[in-house]
Nanobody, 123 residues
Framework: QVQLVESGGGLVQAGGSLRLSCAASGRTFSSYVTGWFRQAPGKERQFVAYIVWSGGRTYYADSVKDRFTISRDNAKNTVYLQMNSLKPEDTAVYYC????????????????WGQGTQVTVSS
């Protein structure tokens, strides 16, 4: 079992930055893929980015590429999402999730989920 806890959300003006954290407890992240997803009110959950712990490979949704950066800290068993140049359309609840089954952008392939953290970007 893996328990995930997100933090770092908040209210920021357009153009600003936030850094989200996803801390894991229980089993370590090793051999896992950790992803960030987001869900805005009335919309489906959307893939944002993932990182493969072994090797550090990353992948981003087109909507956040060049603005967001996903990274990991092995010693802290934590994944980060640095979000720069935020836009009002980035407003959503952000979730981190993990899987060891496959490297994927599909949310239904992820087995463990955090409770989410709210990000609100004002115009």
């Amino acid at each position: 079992q893996v328990q995930l806890v997100e933090s770092g959300g908040g209210l920021v003006q357009a153009g600003g930055s936030l850094r989200l954290s996803c801390a894991a407890s229980g089993r370590t992240f090793s051999s896992y893929v950790t992803g960030w997803f987001r869900q805005a009110p009335g919309k489906e959950r959307q893939f944002v980015a993932y990182i493969v712990w072994s090797g550090g490979r990353t992948y981003y949704a087109d909507s956040v590429k060049d603005r967001f950066t996903i990274s990991r800290d092995n010693a802290k068993n934590t994944v980060y999402l640095q979000m720069n140049s935020l836009k009002p359309e980035d407003t959503a609840v952000y979730y981190c999730a993990s899987t060891r089954r496959t490297i994927t952008t599909r949310d239904y392939r992820y087995d463990y989920w955090g409770q989410g953290t709210q990000v609100t970007v004002s115009s």
